[in-house]
């Protein structure tokens, strides 16, 4: 099983709301990644997890929390989220972080009105 | 933060024919990946690259890896309409967990 599945696929929610985005990972990944992709522009890394531990926030806003409740799951916790966050976001995960190939999930299409 | 620089940022080309795209970086590497991207979803892993590999094959793909110019080029040979996608390229900025990715070239096989 080489797949990453993300959950929902597509999300529309208010600045009031608080959702949150789901990926999954049956590999015996260690890594595993969010990443954030606006239109015609390349995925924007936000936040990895290594052996369950945040190893690296690129200082994204605290109205995105990641969550790593397992070896299998991660989550992206949203709150207060602003118009300019709509997005697809994007999981991965890497056998060895950045020295192996990352699988990703299709994505979250994220809309906030 | 991004690292790669793609060039071209757009790519027309006839089917059947082959194409090449380029990616420049900044800092040292461990090693190099090439990304498809259809339609906007879900990147597919096309290749990677150790630091001290110059060249790759894959199928019809073919990477070659300068580290001295810190670039990269992607040959996509006999070009087929499924080939038509985002290519980005990306890198791990010499720490274990990153994955940076650069521009982008948006590639479309005109039949």
């Known amino acids: 099983d080489t797949e990453v599945t993300q959950t929902p696929k597509h999300l529309v929610m208010g600045m009031t709301n608080k959702k949150s985005l789901k990926c999954e990972q049956h590999?015996?990944?260690?890594?595993m990644y969010w990443y954030k992709q606006k239109a015609k522009k390349p995925p924007e890394l936000m936040f990895v997890?290594?052996?369950?531990?945040?190893?690296i926030n690129e200082s994204v806003p605290s109205r995105f929390s990641p969550e790593c409740p397992n070896s299998s799951l991660l989550n992206l916790h949203l709150h207060a989220l602003q118009p300019e966050d709509s997005a697809l976001y994007l999981c991965?995960?890497?056998?060895?972080?950045?020295?192996?190939?990352?699988?990703f999930g299709q994505g979250t299409r994220l809309t906030v009105v | 933060s991004q690292q790669g620089e793609e060039d071209p940022q757009a790519l027309s080309i006839q089917e059947g024919e082959n194409a090449t795209m380029n990616c420049s970086y900044k800092t040292s590497i461990n090693n190099l990946q090439w990304y498809r991207q259809n339609s906007g979803r879900g990147l597919v892993h096309l290749i990677l690259i150790r630091s001290n590999e110059r060249e790759k094959h894959s199928g019809r793909l073919r990477v070659t890896l300068d580290t001295s110019k810190k670039s990269s080029s992607l040959l996509i040979t006999a070009s087929r309409a499924a080939d038509t996608a985002s290519y980005f390229c990306?890198?791990?900025?010499?720490?274990?967990?990153?994955?940076?990715f650069g521009k982008g070239t948006r590639l479309h096989i005109l039949p």
């Open positions: 991965a995960s890497s056998r060895s972080g950045g020295r192996t190939e990352a699988f």
């Open positions: 590999m015996g990944h260690r890594a």
């Open positions: 990306a890198t791990d900025l010499n720490r274990d967990d990153k994955i940076i």
């Open positions: 997890y290594s052996y369950e531990k945040l190893s």
